[in-house]
């Protein structure tokens, strides 16, 4: 079964091809590798995923049917490379704030950020600002307003970058523990080794193109082949 399947997606920016025929699709309870050098159009399909972006020829169909990004948002957690945190508010209103949003009423997030934040140890920053903490700190607290509704679809940009290996070790550990659980995830990437490491399926796309797609083991040494060739090995 496919949580999420791509036909024919196209984006352009102006005349410039984004995203240039891209089909895919993703099985439920996969970690989906989306590997790109840079610019070669992964936030542009992440966008259109997510709904923020309507794609200018092609569909989406999302649990077999057409996305509908008003109804389907909620079974999404999205955690873009630019990160969403609102600078001035201390953390556990912001991480409340975000789970309210997406439907927890005040008693679940509640029971949830005790949960999470003493499972991520950052219990003694909840009234911290989010401008005192580090960029690796923002990135747990970014994660767990990620997961915190429990989606059934997890996106991750760059998920790793700018944390020390102690947390990112912790965080790859949690995607393991989603994925067995029956959460699909997306992990987008440019960096060939942490999609090995992580990843059961991936797609490489390269200019707006997709390279190519399918489980890991089957696809390793064509994968090599095709990075080297655009230059990501
Ligand atoms: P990166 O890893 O650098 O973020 P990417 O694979 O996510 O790269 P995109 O950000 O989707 O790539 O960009 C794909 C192409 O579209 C790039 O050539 C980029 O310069 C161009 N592009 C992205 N956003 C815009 C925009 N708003 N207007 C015009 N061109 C854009």
């Not at 399909?45 to 972006?53: K, V």
């Not at 760059?158 to 067995?180: H, R, V, W, Y």
């Not at 942490?194 to 200019?207: P, S, Y």
Request: with cysteine.
């Amino acid at each position: 079964m496919n949580v999420l399947e791509l036909q024919h997606l196209k984006k352009y920016y102006a005349t410039h091809k984004a995203v240039d025929d891209i089909s895919f699709s993703i099985p439920k309870g996969s970690i989906f590798g989306l590997l790109g050098p840079n610019g070669a159009g992964k936030t542009t399909l992440l966008r259109m995923i997510t709904g923020i972006f309507y794609p200018d020829a092609g569909e989406i169909l999302f649990d077999g049917r057409p996305f509908d990004p008003r109804n389907d948002i909620q079974y999404i957690g999205y955690m873009p490379e630019e990160r969403g945190l609102y600078k001035k508010m201390k953390v556990g209103e912001q991480v409340m704030y975000l789970a309210q949003l997406k439907g927890l009423s005040a008693q679940e997030a509640r029971q949830k950020i005790d949960y999470w934040f003493s499972r991520f140890e950052i219990t003694s920053w909840a009234n911290k600002k989010i401008e005192e903490l580090s960029k690796g700190m923002q990135q747990k607290v970014q994660f767990i307003s990620t997961i915190m509704h429990q989606p059934k679809l997890l996106i991750l940009d760059e998920p790793f970058s700018g944390l020390d290996p102690i947390n990112s070790q912790l965080i790859q550990d949690e995607i393991f523990q989603l994925a067995k659980s029956g959460t699909t995830i997306i992990f987008s990437t440019h960096r060939m080794e942490q999609v090995e490491e992580i990843c059961d399926h991936i797609v490489l796309v390269n200019k707006g193109r997709k390279v190519l797609d399918g489980p890991v083991k089957q696809i390793r040494q064509d994968f090599k082949h095709h990075l080297y060739r655009i230059g990501l090995d």
